[in-house]
């Protein structure tokens, strides 16, 4: 019985062994916690700019398929991008035209860019924000006053439209839409100095 009573006494962790487990974890979730924000960070803005890529996507092959023109908002004020079918093609989501869907931005994204670049670039404004048209023959209207992209290391030319969204740790994506006849969507990321395509000369994006 004594033997029984010793035996339960020793089972368990001693005071020692806590704080030893205790430290280890402390250690883990320190040297993890970084790299987890990141990746948070990350999802939210990355996930938003494919998102706004395959909206104006979806937007483009609605007005083709339904042979009405469409169009895309963009609200920096409600922080949301919103598609509808514009039947006359005038920019404002008027009564009995249909709204597709409202998409709206992860907390902590914004509309913005780097380096006093503007969030909108290149789009059609009013008071109420900007949009962009999408044609029956699945072109693009934008403004006189375009985005200009370096496509492939060559001279920078206009005939884009472009949605920039950043972070609060200074990590920007931006969306063009462009040229207009054709409207094909492509991502880039902010390296510091210049915007990049994923994997443009073998490198991978780099996060904050």
């Known amino acids: 019985m004594r033997s029984l009573r010793y035996a339960q006494r020793q089972s368990g962790f001693t005071l020692l062994e806590l704080l030893i ?3 280890f974890i402390a250690m883990l979730v320190g040297f993890g916690l970084p790299a987890l924000q990141q990746m948070i960070h990350r999802s939210r803005l990355e996930g938003a700019a494919r998102e ?3 909206l104006c996507q979806a937007t483009r092959l609605e007005a083709i398929k339904s042979s009405t023109p469409t169009g895309i908002r963009f609200d920096a004020g409600t922080s949301s991008m919103t598609a509808w079918i514009d039947t006359n093609a005038n920019g404002t989501i008027d009564d009995g035209e249909r709204e597709l869907t409202e998409r709206i931005l992860p907390a902590q994204v914004t509309f913005s860019g780097p380096d006093a670049q503007p969030g ?4 059609q404004t009013d008071d109420e924000g900007a949009w962009i048209t999408f044609n ?3 072109s693009i209207v934008l403004d006189d006053d375009t985005c200009e992209i370096d496509v492939h290391g060559n001279d920078p030319f206009g005939g884009y439209g472009c949605m920039r969204l950043g972070d609060q740790r200074s990590n920007f994506i931006q969306m063009s839409i462009g040229p207009m006849a054709t409207a094909t969507v492509e991502l880039r990321k902010w390296n510091g100095s210049e915007w990049h395509l994923f994997g443009e000369e073998g490198e991978p994006w780099e996060w904050y």
């Open 21 to 23: 487990v205790i430290l």
């Open 52 to 54: 706004a890529g395959v």
């Open 120 to 123: 909108l670039e290149g789009f």
């Open 136 to 138: 029956t023959d699945g």
